[in-house]
């Protein structure tokens, strides 16, 4: 089915592990990003991407590493997981970065002990 | 640094009837303004998308409704439902950095049957 769908949806890790989460779309949407959920904080952005092999920072990279090697995919790892990495992660992709409408994956549960 | 604001925090109404929720930000250069619907456990899900030149976006019975020089938008719901409970959040894109998102904390409605 077209759409965004994200991987694994539930994760338990333990403090300094490496966590991927998984992200692909099935629209050919230039631009993906990554966004965390905290409660009393919001949605903030981690990271972004343009295109296969361009990517940049957002408001909360620190921690997290991203790569994007086809358009499609856009997987963001956890080197070293803390607890403070504990929260909900988003996908979400648009056709256009300054116009486009923002589309959005269901998300991944990640619980760092 | 652009604000986005989301009065009242909850709201809960009897089914059918019509209610306005609200979104203000603090600068009004902006791209663009869309409203989201998030039920709980889940991602989010694009309801309307409102360029800075459009007044208004309909989709069936919600209106958007965008002012930006007061720095304002409401999300119209007609003839509400139950399966209308969820948490709406509006988000900003801002005209000085291309690619952020600002999102408000989001407004919790639950219909009443």
């Known amino acids: 089915d077209a759409g965004i769908t994200q991987s694994p949806r539930y994760k338990i890790t333990e403090t300094g592990r490496q966590v991927t989460l998984m992200c692909h779309q099935t629209w050919s949407h230039s631009y993906m990003f990554w966004y965390r959920q905290d409660l009393g904080h919001g949605l903030r952005l981690i990271y972004y991407s343009a295109a296969a092999d361009i990517t940049d920072k957002g408001e909360v990279p620190d921690g997290y590493v991203v790569s994007r090697s086809k358009t499609e995919n856009f997987p963001l790892t956890l080197e070293s997981a803390t607890r403070s990495q504990t929260s909900v992660y988003f996908c979400?992709?648009?056709?256009?970065?300054?116009?486009?409408?923002?589309?959005f994956g269901e998300g991944s549960r990640l619980t760092v002990l | 640094k652009q604000e986005v604001t989301q009065i009242p925090a909850a709201l809960s109404v009897p089914e059918g009837e019509n209610l306005v929720l609200n979104c203000s930000f603090t600068?009004?250069?902006?791209?663009?303004l869309q409203w989201f619907r998030q039920d709980p456990g889940k991602g989010l899900t694009s309801l309307l998308l409102i360029q800075s030149s459009q007044r208004e976006q309909t989709s069936g019975r919600l209106n958007a409704s965008l002012d930006k020089s007061s720095g304002r938008s409401t999300l119209y719901i007609a003839a509400s439902q139950p399966g209308d409970s969820a948490t709406y959040l509006c988000a900003v894109k801002a005209g000085g950095s291309n690619y952020k998102l600002t999102f408000g904390k989001g407004t919790l409605l639950t219909v009443n049957p």
């Open positions: 600068d009004s250069a902006i791209y663009n």
């Open positions: 979400a992709s648009s056709e256009g970065l300054v116009t486009g409408e923002l589309f």
